[in-house]
């Protein structure tokens, strides 16, 4: 689940959480979660009103 949202978001541009849930097939809760951990370190920005996220650049620019 969690490598499925990372998938989603490695364009690095902003995706509702809604179009999330859709593309990876779990509740739009969980999905808000995940953002939530995301965001707590640091490693992707969620909008104002909690309804978009997309990964911090820093974040896209690790080596893998």
Do not use: Q, Y
Not at 25 to 47: Q, R
């Amino acid at each position: 689940m969690f490598d499925d949202i990372l998938k989603v978001l490695e364009d690095g541009r902003w995706h509702d959480l809604t179009e999330i849930a859709g593309k990876v097939s779990i509740s739009e809760d969980k999905v808000s979660c995940v953002a939530e951990f995301l965001s707590e370190f640091g490693f992707a920005n969620i909008n104002d009103e909690g309804k978009r996220v997309k990964l911090d650049s820093d974040f896209l620019n690790l080596p893998v």
